[in-house]
């Protein structure tokens, strides 16, 4: 159990493009999902915290417009990078704490994104 | 604000050798969660172990154990007779624990470990 999934798992846009990235918890209810960040051999770092059925908080620096975070569900969170630029690319992971266990995160797999 | 150190960069051992990844934090919470994940070439996060603030026991599972010092703010983590599939980034990782409300995790930067042989 316990499972979170992303898709898709790797992507590759066009500079000036928006690029969509979904997070799903498969078999719990996730009221809090996180977005993390991660360059290449570089840590994790947190960009915001999705509420379902409220708007996400971001962390200092990360621009709300350009990272659109939307939970409309209790099983899915999606991250929209919008107008994506080479400096975008990086390793997207999510996060989901699960409502009916306090202090339990799982997080999925990982998307790659490239911007060309 | 909370910070998490590994200071270790890199570590290379050859199988079957003990090695102990540090970890060093920082938090003004009283409560607190620690964590150890280790991230394969695939990316994928695995969970390793979670320990609150007030459990101080260490612990051991299998060939991985964790020794936690709150009066040095460590939590380090020790891998006995290393294997080559112990080869990854290990992060630690520290989260508060109010209750009611979700737990950002503060990672710190990672050491890479490599196993050969």
């Known amino acids: 159990g316990a499972v979170v999934s992303q898709h898709p798992s790797r992507v590759i846009c066009k500079s000036g493009t928006s690029v969509k990235i979904e997070c799903r918890s498969l078999?719990?209810?996730?009221?809090?999902m996180f977005w993390y960040r991660q360059f290449p051999k570089q840590s994790l770092m947190l960009m915001a915290t999705s509420n379902e059925g409220s708007k996400a908080t971001y962390e200092q620096g990360v621009e709300k417009d350009k990272f659109l975070i939307n939970h409309a569900s209790l099983t899915l969170s999606t991250l929209t990078v919008t107008s994506a630029h080479p400096e975008d690319s990086s390793f997207y992971i999510c996060?989901?704490?699960?409502?009916?266990?306090?202090?339990?995160?799982?997080f999925g797999p990982g998307t790659r994104l490239t911007v060309t | 604000a909370q910070k998490v150190t590994q200071a270790q960069t890199e570590i290379s051992v050859v199988e079957k050798e003990d090695v102990t990844l540090d970890c060093v934090y920082e938090?003004?919470?009283?409560?607190?969660?620690l964590f150890w994940y280790k991230q394969p070439p695939s990316g994928e996060l695995v969970f390793l172990i979670r320990?609150?603030?007030?459990?101080?026991q260490n612990e051991i599972s299998g060939r991985y154990s964790w020794n936690f010092q709150k009066s040095t703010s460590s939590f380090n983590f020790t891998i006995t007779a290393s294997q080559v599939v112990d080869s990854a980034v290990y992060f630690c990782a520290l989260s508060e624990a109010n209750t009611g409300t979700a737990s950002k995790l503060t990672f710190g930067t990672g050491t890479r470990l490599q196993v050969t042989l």
């Open positions: 078999d719990f209810q996730a009221t809090t």
């Open positions: 938090t003004r919470d009283t409560t607190y969660y």
């Open positions: 996060s989901a704490r699960d409502a009916g266990r306090m202090r339990e995160q799982y």
């Open positions: 320990r609150n603030s007030f459990d101080e």
